[in-house]
């Protein structure tokens, strides 16, 4: 069984950065697509970032945050990172990590296993 735990959101201004993380245990890390979803407030879950260590190291991210938003993973320590810089109020969601073994990095039905989520707040 594969679980994974968000940490570090919280509020901030306009402009400002915040790094999220979440710890992946269980099974086999390099194995995973690793992504991170949001989902604002009466609205459905919305694609963000997504990692392979399978495809070399690949990232790719959602236009709405492509020059914003890094996503990175440390393979030794299992984690997952999003690190948020000019953060903007459309930004505020609750932040999901999700692993999958494989299927369409940007579909959400697609991941079996998903965080409990961190709620990301940005406003002035």
């Known amino acids: 069984q594969v679980r994974l735990v968000e940490s570090g959101g919280g509020k901030v201004q306009p402009g400002d950065s915040l790094t999220l993380s979440c710890a992946v245990s269980g099974g086999t890390f390099d194995s995973y697509i690793l992504s991170w979803f949001r989902q604002a407030p009466e609205k459905a879950r919305e694609y963000v970032a997504a990692?392979?260590?399978?495809?070399?190291?690949?990232?790719e991210y959602a236009e709405s945050v492509q020059g914003r938003f890094t996503i990175s993973r440390d393979n030794v320590k299992n984690m997952v990172y999003l690190q948020m810089d000019n953060l903007k109020p459309e930004d505020t969601a609750v932040y999901y990590c999700?692993?999958?073994?494989?299927?369409?990095?940007?579909?959400?039905?697609?991941?079996?296993?998903w965080g409990q989520g961190t709620q990301v707040t940005v406003s002035s």
């Open positions: 990692s392979s260590a399978m495809s070399g190291g690949l990232s």
């Open positions: 999700a692993a999958s073994i494989a299927g369409t990095w940007s579909l959400d039905r697609d991941y079996s296993f």
